[in-house]
Structures are given as structure tokens and as C-alpha cells.
């Protein structure tokens, strides 16, 4: 079983940046892939990007490509976003996902959530 912990959501202005953390522990082998989504008000579940715990170059929506980078920290089971010029559009609960799987894309193909972080981008 793998457990995930998002953190480092808030409130930031229009053109900022925050980086969100989601720490995993548990069988984090059985893992293949880390996937970040996103969930505004009254909307559903929006991919937003995913790396795999192996290398490869992460993969991205098309609505932050540019803008939002993921990284990951082997060492410390740790997978990070960083979100650079937020709109507020970009306001969301956001939610990190593990899958065994080597390209998910679909929430279904995600197996482990987290608890999701706030993120607030005023105008």
C-alpha cells in the first residue's frame, strides 16, 4: 500500500509561483508513475501531468505546459510541481496519484490519491 501527502498549497497573486510536494511512502516500488490532477469548483478531475519514478521526460496538459514543471526526488520518495505565471484559472484542490502503470493519463489509471492541496490564485 502507498500513502501520499501533498503539500505547499496557498494563496498567491496572479503571475506567481508556488511549488507544491507530494511525499510518498509505503510499497512505493509497486509504483511506476506519479501524476498530479487538479479539481476546481463544480468541475471534474483535470489531468495536469505526470513523471515516471524511472527518468523520462514528464509529461503535460496542454493548459500548463510552459508554465507548470514536475520533478521528482528518488531519494526521498518525493514528487514536486512547480507552477510558475498562475492565472486564476489555475484555482484548484490539487492531488498527486501513483500509478502502476508506465503512461496514465485517465484518473482511472491512477491507483493511490492523496489528500489534495488548496491552490488560490487571486486576480
Known amino acids: 500500500q502507498v500513502q501520499l501527502v501533498e503539500s505547499g498549497g496557498g494563496l498567491v497573486q496572479a503571475g506567481g509561483s508556488l511549488r507544491l510536494s507530494c511525499a510518498a511512502s509505503?510499497?512505493?516500488?509497486?509504483?511506476?508513475?506519479m501524476g498530479w490532477f487538479r479539481q476546481a469548483p463544480g468541475k471534474g478531475r483535470e489531468f495536469v501531468g505526470r513523471?515516471?519514478?524511472?527518468?523520462?521526460?514528464?509529461y503535460y496538459s496542454d493548459s500548463v505546459k510552459g508554465r507548470f514543471t514536475i520533478s521528482r526526488d528518488n531519494a526521498k520518495n518525493t514528487v514536486y510541481l512547480q507552477m510558475n505565471s498562475l492565472k486564476p484559472e489555475d484555482t484548484a484542490v490539487y492531488y498527486c496519484a501513483a500509478s502502476r502503470n508506465l503512461s496514465p493519463i485517465r484518473p482511472e489509471s491512477f491507483d493511490t490519491w492523496g489528500q489534495g492541496t488548496q491552490v488560490t490564485v487571486s486576480s
Open positions: 509505503g510499497r512505493t516500488s509497486s509504483t511506476y508513475a
Open positions: 513523471i515516471r519514478w524511472t527518468g523520462g521526460t514528464p
